[in-house]
Structures are given as structure tokens and as C-alpha cells.
């Protein structure tokens, strides 16, 4: 079945440690994203790819990175930069048409030691 | 500035009876469309329905319309039938419109709705 991975599901970081969370997908989709949610919060853009090898900068892109060297692959880094990064990441792709939704990974839920 | 407002943070409903969750929206782009999303306890995003600007009837997905107002910008999610497995966070999403086409979305901030045996 296609769909998105994100691992690991649970990440903790220690203190000017930078740490990255994975997604992988086999939808074929151009576009992938990844988002940050805190308790009882929507979704917040981080960054955001449309094609490989070219990504831009979301709301709250500070103290984070990303890569596009696949087209199945969107790795986000939180940098030691990022000084409050315990929130619930979410990864998500979507289809060339626009009309079509985003489809997301189950989340990694990332907190600091 | 493209924006998403969801103004009620909590609601009750009976199981069986119907709700509508609110949602209004601003931009300025003639094309844009909306999306609603549940979120469960456990996290993942689910896809419940769409509604494109264009669109001249309501949408509809089994148990879920959307109650859509454009001149008033507002894309209300109708739930028919109340179930326990409805209880979940809910949000309201646009995709915003431009040379970027549809690749960019915003969400609103949820609404949790609880529905009571």
C-alpha cells in the first residue's frame, strides 16, 4: 500500500543536540511538507518542497532544516537552534493536482531530555 | 493575508443527533479550496472532505457535507448521525492559490469535538 513513513515515532533530544526525523513516500507526489503542532494547537509550516532539490521556508522555519535529494525523501533536522522544538511533527505529500488533499505520516512526537 | 479561523474550540453533541463545526476563511484569491481534516487522539490526519471555490454544489462524503458560503467565506462541517468514533480534533484547511498552485496549505486552529453516548 502506498502512504507516508515517518520515523522514529517517539524522539528525545538533549540539550545542543540537533536531531532528524525521517519521511519516506511512496505516492509518487511531488509536494511534501512538514509541520509542527503543539498540545491543543493546529498545524504550523515549518518548510516545504514542491519538486527535488528545492525547498522554501514555511511560518516558523527557524531552527530547522531540510533536505530534497529524493523525491520520496524530506528529512527534517532540528537544530540545536530551535530552543522550545517539544511538539508533535507531522509529514505530509500531496499530488500534482491541486485539488487533492495532503496525505500524512502517523507524527513524531519529539521531547527534550 | 490568507487566513483560517475556527471559533469554537470545544463541542458536545448527543450520538445520533447532527453537529456543524464553523469555519470562516479570508483571501483574496478567486481560486483557492478547502479542506477538512479529523485528527484523532493517536495523531494522524485524516481526509474527510473538499470544497474547491468554484464548485457550485455543496460537497458531500457519506455522513459529512460541507456547508459552503462564499460570499459570507464560510465552509461549515456538517455531521450527520453522531458517532462515539467522531469524538477527535477537527480542522479546517485552505489551500492557498497563486503561481504556486495549490501547493501551499493553512490550517485553522481545531476544534475538539466530543460526542456523548
Known amino acids: 500500500d502506498g502512504g507516508i513513513t515517518q520515523s522514529p515515532k517517539y524522539l528525545f533530544r538533549k540539550e545542543g543536540q540537533n536531531v532528524t526525523l525521517s519521511c519516506e513516500q511512496n505516492?509518487?507526489?511531488?509536494?511534501m511538507y512538514w509541520y509542527r503542532q503543539d498540545p491543543g494547537q493546529g498545524l504550523r509550516l515549518i518548510y516545504y518542497s514542491q519538486i527535488v532539490n528545492d525547498f522554501q521556508k514555511g511560518d516558523i522555519a527557524e531552527g530547522y532544516s531540510v533536505s530534497r535529494e529524493k523525491k520520496e525523501s524530506f528529512p527534517l533536522t532540528v537544530t540545536s537552534a530551535q530552543k522550545n522544538p517539544t511538539a508533535f511533527y507531522l509529514c505530509?505529500?500531496?499530488?500534482?493536482?491541486?485539488?487533492?488533499?495532503?496525505?500524512f505520516g502517523d507524527g513524531t512526537r519529539l521531547s527534550i531530555l | 493575508a490568507q487566513k483560517i479561523t475556527q471559533t469554537q474550540p470545544g463541542m458536545f453533541v448527543q450520538e445520533k443527533e447532527a453537529v456543524t463545526l464553523d469555519c470562516t476563511y479570508d483571501?483574496?484569491?478567486?481560486?483557492?479550496?478547502l479542506f477538512w481534516y479529523k485528527q484523532p487522539s493517536s495523531g494522524e490526519m485524516i481526509f474527510l472532505i473538499y470544497?474547491?471555490?468554484?464548485?457550485?454544489q455543496n460537497a458531500t462524503e457519506g455522513r459529512y457535507s460541507l456547508n459552503f458560503q462564499k460570499a459570507r467565506k464560510s465552509a461549515n462541517l456538517v455531521i450527520s448521525a453522531s458517532q462515539l468514533g467522531d469524538s477527535a480534533m477537527y480542522f479546517c484547511a485552505m489551500r492557498e492559490g497563486g503561481r504556486t498552485g495549490g501547493f501551499k496549505t493553512i490550517f485553522g486552529a481545531g476544534t475538539r469535538l466530543f460526542v456523548k453516548a
Open positions: 505530509a505529500s500531496k499530488g500534482h493536482d491541486s485539488n487533492q488533499p495532503q496525505h
Open positions: 470544497q474547491g471555490s468554484y464548485d457550485q
Open positions: 505516492l509518487n507526489h511531488d509536494a
Open positions: 483571501t483574496s484569491d478567486p481560486s483557492y479550496g
